[in-house]
């Protein structure tokens, strides 16, 4: 008990002045005795915490448990000593190792997660180990194939913290971004095809080449306008009336729109309308379009 003088009473004296001998447990274990025999110890509460604590627990001078603190974040986390021995998990370490967080504690990395001897984590975690240096990557995840994770290892007194939560989605997000850039410039390039990103509240957000040439307008004078005013008057209802379905969660949409000119013609397109969906739902719709002639004919899915 931190090397602290300890006391001994009676249980009869501490059931008789348990305020007083509750102040001295406050500064030094109280030992209590029964028929002259050590029965139990009345200790602080803080000093209990550190006894009953998790392994490698680090408690702040303040008394916030920074352990506790560990449990809740939403990240991975590990704290080894310079063999890369587990001394601490936090419970979404183990989820994300599929195993309890019990079960890592006291052993070496490599031992009791056999996927991570030779990938990346184990190299970024070595490096922080042999070179003291902290190291950040997004890397493969020795846990699931296809998976990826953000890792952070660091030392910390004489300890090495290894840090990481699972970003497969946000990967995924980015190279499906980068599929739609690639596909928007291919569309640019064939010069044919016509795409037209629009709001919720349907005005023009973007625009490609072909839809510019087609009405004969640059995108600086088309952003913020209502894509259905452009369209041929009597067309223009049909027009919102299939918008208004998309944007309401309905079918996508195609038809044969007629779209008004800057010179005043009709440049006939075969419209499709999709709705545009974000990460917190409707952002809008996505109107491709190919030019035709007056007289072709497009039906509604």
């Given amino acids: 008990m931190n090397d602290i003088a300890s006391v001994t009473a009676t249980a009869a004296e501490v059931v008789r002045s348990f305020s007083h001998w509750r102040d001295v447990a406050t500064k030094k274990p109280v030992f209590i005795t029964n028929h002259g025999r050590e029965t139990h110890v009345l200790v602080d509460i803080a000093e209990y915490r550190e006894m009953t604590g998790p392994k490698g627990a680090v408690s702040l001078s303040?008394?916030?448990d920074l352990v506790g603190l560990a449990e809740w974040i939403d990240e991975a986390l590990m704290i080894c000593d310079t063999d890369l021995r587990i001394e601490y998990a936090n419970r979404v370490a183990g989820a994300v190792?599929?195993?309890?967080a019990g079960e890592l504690v006291g052993r070496l990395l490599v031992d009791v997660l056999p996927s991570v001897s030779g990938?990346?984590?184990?190299?970024?975690?070595r490096r922080t180990v042999v070179g003291g240096?902290?190291?950040?990557?997004d890397i493969p995840s020795p846990f699931s194939d296809g998976a990826w994770l953000r890792f952070q290892s660091f030392p910390l007194g004489n300890c090495n913290v290894l840090m990481f939560r699972d970003i497969t989605e946000d990967v995924q997000r980015h190279r499906l971004a980068d599929v739609k850039a690639s596909i928007l410039e291919a569309m640019s390039v064939h010069g044919e095809v016509g795409y037209v990103r629009i709001s919720l509240r349907g005005t023009i957000e973007r625009i490609d080449e072909p839809f510019g040439r087609m009405v004969e307008l640059e995108e600086s004078r088309l952003i913020g306008i209502s894509l259905a005013d452009l369209v041929a008057r009597e067309q223009r209802a049909s027009f919102r009336e299939s918008l208004e379905k998309v944007m309401q969660g309905g079918p996508p949409q195609r038809l044969r729109v007629g779209f008004l000119s800057n010179s005043g013609a009709v440049a006939y397109a075969k419209v499709s309308i999709v709705q545009l969906h974000g990460a917190y739902g409707a952002e809008g719709a996505v109107v491709m379009l190919t030019r035709c002639h007056e007289d072709d004919d497009a039906t509604e899915f």
Avoid: F
């Avoid at 190792?97 to 309890?100: F, G, I, L, S």
């Fill in 119 to 125: 990938s990346l984590m184990e190299v970024h975690a």
């Fill in 97 to 100: 190792c599929r195993k309890q």
């Fill in 133 to 137: 240096e902290p190291s950040a990557a």
């Fill in 62 to 64: 303040n008394g916030n």
